[in-house]
């Protein structure tokens, strides 16, 4: 049993939920997560009870800082990824991480790791893209030499957004839109794998330094679609529609949902035909990567953990 005290800013959401159960699968019994989401909180007290688990507001100073004294590691996880209000980003990505930065230098914390994204080398514009470049550059200014890991797109355990809400939304409706033709080549990383190359990152210490870690197979929006629908025996016909109606129908979805699961600046950053950096990760850090087939049956055929979704 490993009592290092390892704090999870952010670690209700889903990186956090998969980290804490590979964690406990690793041995590790002294694991503190800060959240303010009160229904995801909820949901992992509720799944690994043995977890110290604190909603508190990251982005304000308040009674969860004391829980940096004599912690041996962070792992920054706390993000704002969706949303339709710039100031939502900028507390959760920004100004959370300015106070846990402090709180780190001000305990002399001997590990960070912090969990950036690829969407900073993104051509994307948009709040996410923006305020995690923010976020990264308060990292890299600080002084703190920690890895910097930059996934790429993820899905896995506890989804409830990305992949996840698309197999859920597939299975509900009997015509699944595809925006265009659909050849949006995407570099999809599986949660568990990311969450290996972190206990890789605790375990080895890895030292400062930005690693992309990006999905080792290239495959298209359309094709992963097709997987997802038989992974999951969704009867939903899968269907082309032009770019613009598809544009149009999450505008006015937006008018009646003020935090929508898929909003129109994620559909201008699927379409931006990025492709990231592949580095070998799996060396590094000690992992042996799982294909996308093999990933998206695990995701949602785990007897315990496939069926609990997070709120957005």
Same mark, same amino acid.
């Given at each position: ?7 999870? !800013? ?8 998969? /980290? ?7 041995g590790y019994t002294n694991i503190v997560v800060i959240d303010k ?5 909820? %949901? ?32 920054? /996880? ?20 300015? /106070? ?71 299975q509900k409706i009997p015509v699944f839109p595809i925006p265009?033709?659909? @050849? ?13 190359? %972190? ?22 929006? %359309? ?5 997802? @629908? @038989? ?26 949902? @003020? ?29 042996? !990567? ?23």
């Amino acid at each position: 049993m490993n009592n290092t005290r390892i704090v999870l !800013p952010g670690g209700a959401g889903l990186v956090g939920q998969n /980290l804490v159960a590979r964690l406990k699968e690793r041995g590790y019994t002294n694991i503190v997560v800060i959240d303010k989401h009160p229904a995801n909180v909820a %949901i992992l007290r509720q799944v690994q009870p043995d977890v110290t688990v604190v909603e508190a507001d990251l982005s304000r100073p308040g009674d969860w800082q004391q829980y940096f004294k004599g912690a041996e590691v962070v792992v920054m /996880l706390q993000a704002q990824i969706g949303g339709l209000f710039y100031e939502e980003f900028v507390a959760n990505n920004v100004s959370s991480t300015g /106070l846990i930065l402090d709180l780190v230098k001000q305990n002399s914390i001997p590990y960070l790791v912090h969990i950036s994204s690829s969407v900073v080398e993104s051509a994307a514009d948009d709040f996410y893209t923006n305020t995690k470049k923010d976020q990264e550059a308060l990292v890299l200014a600080s002084g703190i030499a920690c890895p910097i890991l930059r996934p790429t797109l993820m899905f896995g355990w506890f989804d409830r957004k990305h992949l996840g809400w698309l197999s859920r939304l597939m299975q509900k409706i009997p015509v699944f839109p595809i925006p265009g033709d659909g @050849k949006y080549m995407r570099q999809p990383l599986y949660a568990g794998d990311f969450c290996g190359v %972190i206990i890789g990152c605790i375990e080895k210490r890895i030292p400062g330094g930005i690693f992309n870690i990006t999905g080792l197979e290239r495959i298209d929006y %359309i094709d992963m679609i097709r997987i997802i @629908k @038989k992974a999951t025996k969704a009867k939903a016909i899968i269907l082309k529609i032009p770019y613009s109606l598809f544009y149009a129908l999450l505008w006015i979805w937006s008018l009646f949902d @003020k935090a929508p699961p898929f909003t129109t600046q994620q559909l201008q950053a699927l379409i931006a035909k990025d492709e990231f950096e592949v580095i070998d990760w799996p060396q590094i850090f000690g992992v042996k !990567p799982t294909s996308f087939k093999d990933a998206i049956t695990e995701t949602f055929s785990h007897p315990k953990y496939s069926k609990i979704v997070l709120e957005f």
